[in-house]
């Protein structure tokens, strides 16, 4: 067994710890390493310190790996004194390569061969030599320098002296872990969960790469990713085929769907088709983003407070007047902004209208549950600079991005009010009977 312990020799009060491997050593030889090794460190610069001192890990490392391989060549095999009348016999050494800390080491590594009932031999590989060459951990490094930002051509400069670092290499093993973060995200089941929201937005890649996205709530109020679809632009077809993906997959609800679009004429239709009487609200975010852009900034303050007043109150008459107030502001200023406005309509009002706690308003009025996924996304794509529509590349740095998103979701503020959504979302008795 391996142990590892904390020592400091002589009792001084040194920077660093000094690691040291049980192995068959005597104590003697131990110690003389130690002060080796001090002796090094005595006789170096500062700035080479450190590679001394991972020179003896490393070192203790490749001592440590000989001695394991040679432990279980002694199980299979007994000792050399005494070997075993089984199948199992030694068949002396040859060179190997281990892989310490995603570098190329070499070591010497002894070969054990089995007789089988014809009387043939074969190698044996042994579990020990298999785990010190594993380059799964080296693999991890890579993926990570990826979608840190590090080119593949640049991880072989990084690591020269690790196996397998070439830019094609790199680029295959990047491929399919890609696939990989594809599955993970379209393969969940969608039917598994009590569905109460939709929110659907588009996300641009490139000038000629558009991705739509489906974020859904359920009933406990917490968010998932569902799936998105690539296209040249958020189009009708793009949208049915997202939607005709999601519930093939799953996605219903029993009640009326809550849904929160941002105002686009193909996404709506895409949702008329599959969700009838689907409940949608305008993202009132996007709407006031969309009114400001055609009014005089001065108008803008007034603009905010309206809409602000607009989140906070609770109730179809109260919602009414704050709309009829903002609506009385702009007639007599920007025609355009008034035509802006009253084109959502009572899609504005939506949420008001079922008359829910005003606690699900924060996250309920808009976009902004998936709007902060593509925050994080365009953070993860930034460094992508260009993306190949003849291969699967943006849906796999895609799907790598939602799925990081996803780790930092948290329920929606005011889930505790969800039962109250849920029963004004319920359909009819004439239509469920």
Known sequence: MLKVERRSPGGQNLPFAIFQFSSAATDGETIMNEVSLLQSLGQVSASETGEVFRDFIRGHVREMISEVMAAEVTQLCGPKHAPHEGDHYRAGTSPGRMLYEGEREEVVRPRVRRRDDTGASHEVELATYRVAKDPSQLQTQIIQAIVSGVSSRAIEDIKPNSPGVSRSNVSRLWKEVGHKFIEELRGKDLGAQSWCVLMLDGVRLSSDQTAVVALGIDTEGRKQVLDFVLGSSESLEIASDLMSRITNRGFTCSHRLYVVLDGSDAL?????????????????????????AKLSKRHWGEVSRLFTRLRNVQGYEAAKEVFDELDKFIKPINAEAHTSLHEAGEDLLALHRLNVPNTLHRCLLSTNAIENSFRTTRRKLDRVTRFRAETDQASRWLSYALLEAEKGFRRITGCKSLPRLLAALARPESETS
């Open 268 to 292: 709506r239709g895409a949702l008329k088709e599959h969700f009838p009487d689907a409940v949608i609200q305008r993202c009132l975010v996007h709407k006031e983003r969309n009114l400001k």
